[in-house]
């Protein structure tokens, strides 16, 4: 009672015990009292009264049995059913369409007739109308025969354009043959200059050297003969006139001039030596 201060009621084997506090003071009193022997769970278990019970339960069990198979036997009338009214359904449609056909075919016919009895009344006169249809026939023919003349004039304008396109073709094929050759020929032109003008840079570069040539051996033929313009000089250039213009034929005379030169015997060493000299060096 002291580790626990709330509890209000405690029991044993065969007593109970309630606390309870004065409402005057804080003094507990305690009451305590037989417990009652127990009255519903002693009674002895009734073995035919089960053994009934079982058999009702297991005969509700084959009832309930046999009433899942009538449920499900139910259930599959049920969509046979269903399936049976959704076919009148649709056949009940097909033949509401088909009714509704009937009226308004009903009602064309009738309408028809109406017009029909109202032609039939009125003045119809059918020869004006079957010649007012043969003129119509007729403007349709000559509309028809104005078209295909205007065809043929087309197709020959066409057949016109169509040769003139194919000259024009041919010229062009011809023109672009022509522009090839030409293209290869100002190629095959070109490369020509190129290599005239490359000859021509040589051949510039080779006067150039000649020149330079000239220029030294004029220089050296000035100093040696002591003449400063040979064209003042008329004996010295009639000389000149007298040899000829050929390399070919002024190396010949070369070589007989040195001829001559070996020749003298009675020359100076020296002149012999200057002369060859001469002749190896600026000739």
């Given at each position: ?15 109970q015990?309630?606390?309870t ?14 417990i ?7 009674a ?15 005969e509700?069990?084959r ?18 059913l ?16 088909k ?10 016919i009738?309408?028809r ?7 039939k009344?009125?003045?119809?006169d059918l ?7 043969r ?7 000559k509309k ?13 304008e ?14 062009v ?29 040589n ?14 051996l ?5 100093r040696?003969?002591?003449?400063q313009d040979?064209?003042?000089d ?11 213009d ?5 190396e ?10 070996d020749?003298?015997m ?8 200057y002369?060859?000299t001469?002749?190896?060096?600026y000739?």
């Amino acid at each position: 009672m002291k580790d626990l201060p709330n509890l209000r009621r405690f029991f044993t084997y065969d007593t109970q015990y309630s606390l309870t506090r004065s409402r005057y003071s804080d003094k507990v009193i305690m009451k305590s009292g037989s417990i009652m022997p127990s009255r519903y769970l002693t009674a002895s278990v009734d073995v035919q009264r089960k053994t009934e019970l079982e058999e009702e339960i297991k005969e509700a069990q084959r009832a309930l049995g046999e009433l899942d198979g009538k449920y499900s036997g139910c259930e599959k009338t049920q969509d046979e059913l269903q399936k049976e009214d959704s076919r009148v359904r649709h056949e009940k449609n097909q033949l509401k369409v088909k009714i509704d056909s009937y009226k308004q075919a009903q009602s064309n016919i009738s309408s028809r007739q109406t017009r029909l009895q109202g032609i039939k009344d009125s003045s119809f006169d059918l020869a004006a109308e079957e010649e007012k249809m043969r003129q119509e026939v007729g403007k349709i023919h000559k509309k028809r025969i104005e078209a295909l003349t205007k065809l043929r004039v087309h197709l020959e304008e066409s057949k016109k354009s169509l040769v003139d396109c194919c000259k024009a073709w041919a010229l062009v094929t011809q023109a672009k043959m022509k522009v090839k050759q030409l293209i290869h020929q100002f190629r095959v032109a070109k490369a020509k200059l190129d290599s005239a003008e490359q000859a021509k840079a040589n051949l510039e570069g080779e006067v150039g050297g000649i020149k330079a040539r000239v220029l030294q051996l004029l220089e050296t033929a000035r100093r040696v003969s002591g003449v400063q313009d040979p064209q003042e000089d008329q004996e010295l250039m009639s000389r000149f006139n007298t040899f000829p213009d050929e390399l070919d034929e002024v190396e010949e005379r070369i070589h007989e001039c040195q001829a001559q030169a070996d020749l003298c015997m009675g020359i100076d060493e020296e002149v012999h030596t200057y002369i060859h000299t001469y002749i190896h060096t600026y000739i």
